[in-house]
């Protein structure tokens, strides 16, 4: 039984790869061979990854994305293949060397949301990134809590209407 089906199978598949053959034709008329249309975007962005990864396994994460930053890339690209294209690869590591790498900080919190990197690790990579790059990172507030700081009084802002709690005051 299996192997009729796996002959019926067959069969099905070589008379639709012939019916697309003979239907398929070349950029001139009456040309009946299959051709294939190549996208160039396709190629170069097989390219630049392939280079990416060669550059990650040669010199590491931070001269790789260094290296492809510099080229024009944007960091959502970088950050969405650097975790597609290298095994293990530390989601903190790919947000330090953005910074390291001299991206804007907004690009890297876009990036990583857009990869499903969370809110903790942009800020360990953040972190790390100041320890390894040191003075290269310009921005020492890169990354600023979307969500609201607790720190302070409710309504204290000076003047009237300030919540104080002095002992004098009792």
């Known amino acids: ?7 019926v199978a067959l069969a099905f598949l070589t008379s639709a790869s012939a019916s697309y053959a003979a239907v398929t034709t070349g950029p001139h008329e009456g040309d009946a061979q299959p051709y294939t249309a190549i996208v160039p975007g396709t190629a170069a962005i097989s390219g630049w990854v392939a280079n990416f990864i060669s550059t ?25 293949n650097a975790l597609d294209n290298i095994e293990n ?34 800020i360990a990579g953040f972190e790390t990134a100041k320890t390894v790059c040191g003075d290269a990172i310009t921005d020492t507030q890169a990354y600023t809590p979307v969500g609201p700081s607790f720190a302070g ?7 009237e209407g300030m919540a104080y709690g002095s002992p004098s005051s009792f």
């Open 1 to 7: 039984m299996k192997k009729i089906i796996i002959v």
């Open 89 to 122: 690869i530390n989601p903190q590591n790919v947000v330090a060397a953005l910074y390291c790498a001299g991206a804007k900080p907004e690009d890297i919190r876009v990036a990583s949301e857009n990869a499903g990197i969370s809110e903790m690790i942009l």
């Open 153 to 159: 009084i409710p309504g204290g802002g000076g003047g």
């Open 56 to 80: 990650y396994d040669k010199h590491g994460i931070y001269q790789a994305i260094a290296d492809v930053f510099k080229e024009g890339r944007t960091p959502d690209e970088i950050t969405t």
